[in-house]
């Protein structure tokens, strides 16, 4: 990461993060439904992908707003995340027992969002980050 020097700089960084963060789940999610056995979990997880993609369209409209990019982040947190989700999902053959993994191993994920979403909360509230 490069030096932050102004609060403008790290609420861009942390909307850069979450957006990768958006970004990974869009991608994962679809295969996590794939690999769900039962029709109601892969409706939660179809119907979560489709929030994510919204989630990511309202955080591209904030780097529209503001002439920034929103790519050069990436969040190691979530690959990490992602990828025991899928190590975890791939070595259980009977799909009950892998809907169940595949629940256990949506909870990372779940849980990561409103702690991104937290902080750059809070570095938006300690300054003039929207005023842009």
């Known amino acids: 990461m490069a030096k932050v ?5 790290l609420f861009l960084d942390e909307i850069r993060d979450l957006h990768d963060a958006e970004s990974q789940l869009t991608k994962a ?5 794939e690999a769900a056995s039962s029709d109601e ?11 994510t993609v919204n989630q990511v369209k309202r955080l591209e409209h904030i780097f529209v707003v503001r002439g920034e990019k929103s790519t ?3 969040c190691a947190a979530m690959t990490a995340l992602i990828k025991e989700a899928n ?13 169940a993994g595949l629940i256990a191993a949506a909870q990372y994920p ?3 969002r409103p702690v991104c979403t937290r902080r750059v909360s809070e570095t938006t ?6 005023t842009k």
Do not use: Y
Request: glycine share 2%; with cysteine; proline share 2%.
């Open 110 to 112: 779940a849980t990561h």
């Open 5 to 9: 020097t102004t609060m403008e700089e």
């Open 41 to 51: 979990l892969r409706n939660a997880f179809e119907e979560h992908f489709e929030q």
């Open 29 to 33: 999610l679809p295969e996590m439904a």
């Open 72 to 74: 050069g982040k990436k």
């Open 125 to 130: 509230e300690r300054s003039d980050c929207w």
């Open 87 to 99: 190590e975890t999902v791939s070595a259980i053959d009977e799909a009950v027992l892998r809907d």
